[in-house]
């Protein structure tokens, strides 16, 4: 077993530190830099005057570390509820304290590296004085006899030069604290002596092993323990400590990464061995059954290095990317971005995200199940977000692709861009959609104190583009033109044409409205577009034209559920730097964007969606309160499925990244590509209704039921035109539905489209129709059955207006009183007909009927 060595200064150390230390260091510097004072002509005491003028220390700080992400989860694995998801850095390092690092990693150092550490002060005189020797045989600055202490310095200039923001200030840091010059000596040396003075040998040797360069892009005894053994640091056994301090004097091509270098560690770990065993740090049966084990396949255990989001869980990868790409406006990391950005490559953060992976793996689950990112026909996406209710955190983000941000890329089934988010966070540039965009002109309705069983038209037409106000962009010109789905026309309540989601209502709707006003609702509930310019206002845009984010639109569901209140979306709960230090996360930013009841009454509406059609499939069925909006766009290229409860919203797009495949002639699991994403919602929201249940909504606003609307009058018999006047003059906007049949007198109201005493909106359209005056009562030309004979019946009928007249016949027994008088007719006497229906005359006769 490795006896146990206690730090300490020694005697050297002591007298060097306060007695003088410069004079004598000058003249040894002087000696061993010889070859160099030859050439400029620097003096003995001229060296002494300029190691005084350097500096006396530097602090042990930080070191580069890993940042690490970690996400709520209640399965197994966790910690605390928690679960690491992701390790970030820009060098593989996790710092670990003294006690926390193998006693043989530990003499190995010192005994292979320097063994006079624990007595030196920074400098060590008779390695000192030897490379001298050899310096001025060799003539140039071949040793610098570094101690640990010096190396501290050298590979804290090194670590500092790699984290300068650009190549060429890199480059020029790194050369400028490894070139072996004159006054680059110099300054190790001084500042070694002065971290000797400032800090315990623990310390530095701590220090040293948390900076030491294993190679490979790994930093620090724990990183290289956990990279190349699978093991932590304190449990590296004597010759893994060996092979791994081997390393340390030439990491390119001693570390463990490649069997090409084993050859060469092997070599400096049985050195290391040797002088272990001679020290007495390690006994002759420790030293041959260490030295005995070859470095080899069998030997070194790797485990590949996890860095980066390619490397995170596998599912939560996108939202790690989320994360990476939103450092910069981490207020806990700094003032500044530039700032944010320097700490966190700075690392050693333990990063507590929003993330719930209770349902962020089984939406991901679904999205893969039912979008598979195999795909390789067209290019299939699919994206989920959902937002938490009241804070913004956001639960859930899902896509069907995997990440995969390296040079090569993954493949067929892999991506980098992140359509949940905009492209400045992602790459996205975003999705039309649809009718999901239909609740910011429902909401605005509502606004203006409309009611939602106010009726308006909802049939396809065109509609002049000077009917639609937007004080944004207007006025417009030319026609508006829409279609609706089959079957859909005619009149319909607003409650109705939401739930059935009616192109033709909601155009309705934006003619009573300002355009800018329902693009102001929905910026004001967070909706963006994917490449961050404002939202248009444009007619179109009522039925879903902006290319927005599934993230925005998430956010938007759950502040209507949340009662109007609107968070920003947040990612991080907390996070606690290398220090142990608790910076807080980031905080709520929340506004009341519409009225609690705005918000309830539009609930209220869109609860009956999931009622309806393929929309019922999102619905999860267990009790909890829940509406939506569906979303599709032409040809069914893109397909959304947005819901809330009180406690969150969820937005699920399916659809085309690129390319204009129609969905609805694709499936997946055996399910039609029409209804792939309320699959997806519906598994989404199963799993966040089980951590987050909702409660019932509130009631609606009784006001808003029936809105701000007038009663249709009862203008039946009037003409035409008086019926215009009175309708224009309560409001209402007048359309000719055309004559119909009737037997009022040509040119009389009928009847109205919505019909009269209706409540419906100022401004909608009511459809006026007149009769033609080509209906009559039938006359009663059949009487008791025994009155009238073919003849007179004929005649009772043309005088009133029926000219066209046919016979027919029912044989009766003979005897009967009835024959040859009229029995019936068809149409029967007293029903409104045509005056051109044919009137069938029924005759009781003996003989059969021909």
Request: aromatic share 8%; proline share 4%; charged share 20%.
């Amino acid at each position: 077993m490795s006896a146990q060595k206690t730090p300490r200064r020694g005697i050297v150390s002591a007298l060097a530190g306060l007695i003088g230390l410069s004079a004598l260091s000058g003249v040894l510097i002087t000696a061993m830099v010889a070859p160099a004072l030859a050439v400029t002509g620097i003096t003995a005491s001229s060296t002494i005057g300029i190691f005084d003028g350097l500096p006396e220390y530097f602090e042990i700080d930080q070191q580069p570390e890993r940042n690490t992400l970690y996400a709520a989860y209640t399965g197994r694995g966790n910690v605390d509820g928690y679960y690491p998801i992701a390790t970030i850095y820009d060098q593989n390092r996790q710092v670990v304290s003294y006690d926390q690092i193998s006693q043989y990693a530990i003499d190995a150092t010192v005994d292979g590296e320097d063994r006079r550490f624990f007595d030196h002060g920074g400098v060590d005189l008779p390695s000192l004085l030897r490379a001298a020797v050899g310096n001025v045989v060799s003539s140039g600055i071949e040793s610098g006899a570094s101690t640990l202490t010096m190396q501290l310095v050298k590979n804290t200039y090194i670590s500092q030069a790699e984290t300068l923001s650009t190549e060429d200030a890199r480059k020029a840091a790194y050369e400028d604290a490894t070139r072996e010059t004159f006054d680059r000596k110099l300054k190790e040396m001084k500042l070694a002596i002065g971290l000797e003075k400032r800090y315990t040998k623990k310390e530095i040797l701590t220090a040293y092993l948390n900076i030491a360069n294993f190679g490979n892009a790994t930093y620090g005894i724990q990183a290289a323990s956990q990279r190349y053994y699978s093991v932590n640091a304190k449990d590296l056994t004597l010759e893994q400590s060996a092979s791994l301090i081997a390393i340390v004097q030439e990491p390119s091509i001693r570390n463990l990464s490649d069997p090409e270098y084993f050859a060469a560690n092997q070599e400096r770990r049985d050195v290391i061995l040797y002088a272990m065993l001679d020290v007495g740090s390690i006994t002759q049966a420790e030293y041959d059954e260490a030295v005995a084990i070859q470095v080899d396949e069998e030997s070194v255990v790797p485990s590949s290095p996890k860095n980066g989001c390619t490397a995170a869980y596998k599912y939560a990868k996108w939202f790690c990317d989320y994360v990476v790409k939103s450092v910069g406006d981490f207020e806990f990391l700094g003032d500044t971005p530039e700032e944010r950005n320097a700490n966190w490559k700075q690392g050693g953060y333990k990063i507590y995200t929003t993330l719930d992976l209770d349902a962020q793996i089984a939406s991901q689950q679904a999205t893969w199940t039912y979008a598979p990112p195999g795909e390789t026909s067209y290019a299939l996406g699919s994206a989920t977000s959902t937002v938490e209710g009241g804070t913004g955190r956001v639960l859930v983000m899902a896509e069907n692709k995997i990440f995969n941000d390296t040079a090569d890329g993954g493949g067929a089934d892999t991506s980098a861009v992140n359509y949940n988010t905009s492209f400045e966070y992602g790459g996205s540039t975003g999705f039309q959609p649809g009718s999901a965009y239909k609740a910011f002109t429902l909401i605005e309705w509502l606004n203006q104190g409309k009611g939602i069983n106010e009726r308006l038209i909802g049939t396809a037409r065109d509609i002049p583009g000077s009917e639609f106000l937007d004080s944004c962009n207007g006025p417009y010109g030319g026609t508006v033109s829409f279609k609706n789905n089959a079957g859909e026309r005619g009149i319909y309540s607003v409650a109705e044409g939401t739930a059935e989601s009616i192109n033709g209502i909601f155009f309705s709707m934006a003619i009573q409205l300002d355009l800018c006003n329902i693009r102001n609702v929905a910026a004001s509930l967070g909706v963006e577009r994917a490449d961050g310019k404002e939202l248009e206002s444009f007619p179109s845009s009522v039925i879903g034209t902006n290319t927005v984010t599934p993230l925005s639109l998430a956010s938007a569901y759950a502040a209507i559920g949340a009662g109007g209140l609107w968070c920003e979306p947040i990612i991080i709960d907390k996070a606690i730097d290398a220090r142990n230090n608790d910076l807080g996360g980031q905080e709520k930013n929340c506004r009341q964007a519409i009225s609690p009841e705005v918000a309830a009454t539009a609930a209220y509406v869109m609860k009956e969606v999931l009622n309806r059609g393929n929309a019922a499939y999102a619905d999860p069925n267990d009790g909890i309160p829940i509406f939506g909006k569906t979303g599709t766009t032409d040809g069914a290229k893109q397909t959304w499925m947005a819901t809330a409860t009180t406690r969150y919203g969820t937005a699920t797009w399916v659809g085309n990244s690129i390319g204009y495949q129609d969905m609805s002639r694709v499936s997946y699991a055996g399910i039609q590509g029409y209804r792939l994403r309320h699959y997806i919602t519906r598994a989404t929201d199963i799993a966040l209704n089980l951590k987050y249940p909702g409660t019932e909504f509130a009631d609606p606003d009784p006001a808003l039921l029936t809105g701000s609307g007038t009663e249709v009058p009862d203008v039946r018999l009037q003409t035409l035109e008086q019926a215009k006047s009175v309708l224009v003059s309560l409001g209402f906007n007048f359309r000719d539905g055309g004559g119909v049949d009737s037997e009022l007198p040509a040119g009389q109201v009928v009847r109205t489209d919505p019909r009269a005493g209706t409540q419906s909106a100022a401004g909608a359209t009511v459809t006026v129709y007149t009769s033609k005056g080509n209906k009559a009562k039938v006359p009663d030309a059949v009487g008791s059955g025994e009155e009238y004979d073919y003849g007179t019946a004929e005649g009772i009928l043309n005088g009133a207006g029926f000219s066209n007249v046919s016979p027919g016949c029912e044989m009766v027994p003979p005897g009967d009183p009835r024959i040859d008088m009229v029995i019936s007719s068809s149409p029967a006497p007293g029903t409104s007909a045509k005056t051109s229906t044919t009137i069938t005359l029924v005759v009781a006769q003996i003989a059969p009927c021909s």
